[in-house]
C-alpha cells in the first residue's frame, strides 16, 4: 500500500501514467483539506502549463458527448487529456450520481486520458467546492489540456467563467426565445457558445438570436461565436475546435 505521508513516490507514478494513483490524490484532494494543500504545493510549481476548458449548459444539451469528440481531437494532437465531470448528488451515498463517463468511451483505455466523475455534494455554481482544486492537480500530473464538464445548470450559475481558461456554453435549438437569450447569467460568460443537435428544427433561428445578442452586448475586444453541432454524428467538431483554438 502507498505511504500517504511519502506523496513523491505517489506523484512520480501518476505523472507516468499510474491512474489508480492518480485517483488516490485527487480523492486526498476531494476529501481532506488538510492533505489537499500539502498535495498541491508538490505539484504546484508544473501546473502553469495546461489549458482549462470548460463546457456548460442545461442538463441534456449534449455536453459529454462534445466532450467525448473534443477528447478524441486532442489525443490526436498528443496531448493528454484530464475530464472533470460533475455530475449530481446521489442523495444516497454522496457520490456522482450515474457518471457522465458513461458517455466518454474513447479514452477508457487510454494511459492519457483521466475521466474523473465528481459529485457537487450540494456545492452550487455548477461545480463541486474541489473541481478547482483538482484541475489544478491534474496540471500539476502533466496534464496538457483539463476539461472541465459542468453540472446541468441554469441562468446563474457561473462558477465556470472563473474556473476556466475558455468556456463554451452549450444550447439546443428552442431552448428559449429571444427574451431568454437576452438574460443576464450563463449567456454571458462564453467564449463560444455551440447550438448543438443543430440537425433538429429551429437551429438556425436560435443561433440568429444568439448572433443579435452577441451583435448588441458590450465587446471587450472578443465577440464570442457560434458554432453549430451534431455531436451524436460529429458534424461541427472543426469549427469548434477552430474556435477553441
Known amino acids: ?25 485527487i480523492s486526498l484532494v476531494e476529501d481532506d483539506p488538510r492533505k489537499a494543500g500539502a498535495v498541491l504545493q508538490a505539484v504546484y510549481a508544473a501546473s502553469d502549463g495546461a489549458w482549462i476548458t470548460g463546457l456548460t449548459g442545461a442538463p441534456g444539451a449534449g455536453k459529454s458527448t462534445l466532450v467525448d469528440l473534443l477528447v478524441a481531437e486532442r489525443r490526436a494532437r498528443g496531448r493528454r487529456v484530464a475530464v472533470l465531470a460533475v455530475d449530481p ?39 463541486s467546492q474541489a473541481t478547482e482544486r483538482v484541475a489544478t492537480l491534474c496540471a500539476g500530473l502533466g496534464y496538457d489540456e483539463i476539461i472541465i464538464e459542468t453540472v446541468g ?12 481558461d475558455s468556456t463554451v456554453v452549450v444550447v439546443t435549438p428552442g431552448w428559449g426565445d429571444g427574451v431568454q437569450v437576452a ?29 443579435e445578442m452577441l451583435r448588441l452586448a458590450p465587446s471587450d475586444g472578443w465577440r464570442p461565436p457560434v458554432v453549430t453541432t451534431t455531436a451524436t454524428s460529429g458534424e461541427g467538431l472543426t469549427e469548434l475546435v477552430a474556435a477553441l483554438d
Open 1 to 25: 500500500m502507498a505511504d500517504e505521508t511519502n506523496l513523491e513516490p505517489w506523484i512520480a507514478a501518476a505523472r507516468a501514467g499510474d491512474k489508480r494513483l492518480t485517483g488516490r490524490l
Open 153 to 164: 445548470v441554469g441562468q446563474s450559475e457561473v462558477d465556470i467563467a472563473a474556473a476556466a
Open 89 to 127: 448528488t446521489s442523495p444516497f451515498t454522496g457520490g456522482a450520481l450515474l457518471g457522465d463517463r458513461i458517455r466518454m468511451q474513447r479514452g477508457a483505455a487510454d494511459p492519457d486520458v483521466l475521466v474523473r466523475s465528481m459529485a457537487t455534494r450540494g456545492w452550487l455554481g455548477g461545480m
Open 183 to 211: 438574460k443576464a447569467g450563463v449567456m454571458e460568460i462564453g467564449d463560444v457558445i455551440v447550438v448543438n443537435k443543430a440537425d433538429r428544427a429551429g437551429a438556425a433561428a436560435s443561433v440568429s438570436e444568439l448572433e
